[in-house]
C-alpha cells in the first residue's frame, strides 16, 4: 500500500464524496476511483458503501481511517526530524496521562522553546494504557504516566513529583465534609474508577483488600466527564487531586487516608536516541 494512495483514501474519508474528494486532491474522479478501487483489491477488503449523497465507511474502512492517521503521522514526525540537523529540533510527540505533574513538563518545554524555536510539539492526552500503546508503536516519543508501569519494557525518568489519590463528591454528598476518606467511608457509595489496567493494584492495596466489594458502577478514561456526573452527585470518582479543578464549583475533592501516593514517570521505548534529548530539556533548569 502506497502512502500516496493512503492519503487518497484519507481524503475521500474526509470529505464524504468521491468528487469532492478529487477537487481536493486536484485529481479527475475517474483517477481517484481507479485508485481506491486497487487499493480495495490489494488490501483484499471493501472499505466504504457508496450512497445517493455520501459514502459510508465499512467496519474495516473505520480501521483503516484510525491507522492510515497515525502511519501518516509517524511519516510526518519521522521526516522533519531526520531533515533537520540539530539533534533537539524538528518535531515531539508527548504523551500525557492525567497527572498535574504535566504543568513541570510545560515549564520545561516552554524554556527550551525559547532556546530552540524550530522545536515543534504535537501533544496527545490519554490515560496510561492509551499512551503505553502509541509509544509501542511508535507514535509518541515520550510519554508522562504515573505509577505503577511496566518499566521493564520502557527506558524512564522518575520526576521529583507526586500524584494524590482520593474521592471526588459534589458538596452535597454526604461525605462532603469529611477532611479525609477511609476505606470504611466509601463502601456502598456508587463510583466510577479509572479503567486503566494497573489502578486495581494500587486501589487493592490501599484498601488491604480486593476491590470488588466496592460499589463501582463504571468506569472513566479521562476525568473531565465523569465529573460532570458527579457534579450531580449521581457517583462519586476515585481520582487524583487537581485533574479538576474544584473552584466556583460544587465539587470537592477529599484525599485518601492512609495516604496513596503515586510517583510520576517519563517514559520512552528501550534502545531509542531520546535520552540525549530529555537530557537537554532537563539541562535547561539544572
Not at 492526552?125 to 505509577?147: A, P, Q, T
Not at 486495581?200 to 460532570?228: F, K, P
Not at 534529548?277 to 532537563?282: E, P, V
Request: glycine share 6%; net charge neutral; proline share 3%.
Amino acid at each position: 500500500m502506497e502512502l500516496r494512495v493512503l492519503n487518497y483514501f484519507l481524503t475521500v474519508a474526509r470529505e464524504k464524496t468521491i468528487s469532492r474528494a478529487a477537487k481536493v486532491l486536484h485529481l479527475s474522479q475517474p483517477t481517484l476511483s481507479k485508485q481506491l478501487k486497487e487499493l480495495e483489491e490489494t488490501l483484499g477488503v471493501k472499505l466504504f458503501i457508496r450512497g445517493s449523497r455520501f459514502i459510508t465507511l465499512t467496519d474495516d474502512g473505520i480501521y483503516l481511517v484510525k491507522k492510515g492517521k497515525e502511519i501518516l503521522s509517524l511519516v510526518e514526525s519521522t521526516t522533519a526530524n531526520l531533515l533537520n540537523d540539530n539533534s533537539i529540533s524538528g518535531q515531539i510527540a508527548i504523551g500525557a496521562g492525567e497527572t498535574r505533574a504535566f504543568e513541570f513538563i510545560g515549564q520545561l518545554l516552554r524554556d527550551l522553546r525559547l532556546k530552540h524555536p524550530d522545536i515543534h510539539f504535537q501533544l496527545y492526552s490519554g490515560n496510561s494504557d492509551d499512551v503505553l500503546e502509541k509509544i509501542d508503536y511508535g507514535l509518541l516519543d515520550f510519554g508522562l504516566v504515573i505509577d505503577p508501569v511496566e518499566k521493564q519494557k520502557y527506558d524512564y525518568l522518575q520526576l521529583p513529583l507526586v500524584d494524590h489519590w482520593g474521592i471526588l463528591v459534589s458538596a452535597s454528598h454526604p461525605l462532603a465534609k469529611n477532611k479525609y476518606i477511609t476505606p470504611a467511608d466509601i463502601q456502598g457509595t456508587p463510583l466510577l474508577v479509572s479503567n486503566q489496567s494497573l489502578v486495581d493494584n494500587q486501589l487493592s492495596e490501599w484498601l488491604g483488600a480486593s476491590a470488588d466489594y466496592l460499589n463501582i458502577v463504571g468506569t472513566y478514561n479521562l476525568l473531565y466527564n465523569a465529573s460532570l456526573l458527579v457534579k450531580e452527585n449521581m457517583v462519586s470518582a476515585l481520582c487524583i487531586d487537581g485533574i479538576i479543578n474544584t473552584a466556583g464549583t460544587n465539587l470537592i475533592f477529599i484525599p485518601c487516608s492512609p495516604s496513596l501516593i503515586v510517583t510520576v514517570n517519563i517514559i520512552w521505548k528501550k534502545k531509542s536516541n531520546l535520552f540525549k534529548c530529555l537530557q537537554s530539556i532537563f539541562a535547561i533548569n539544572s
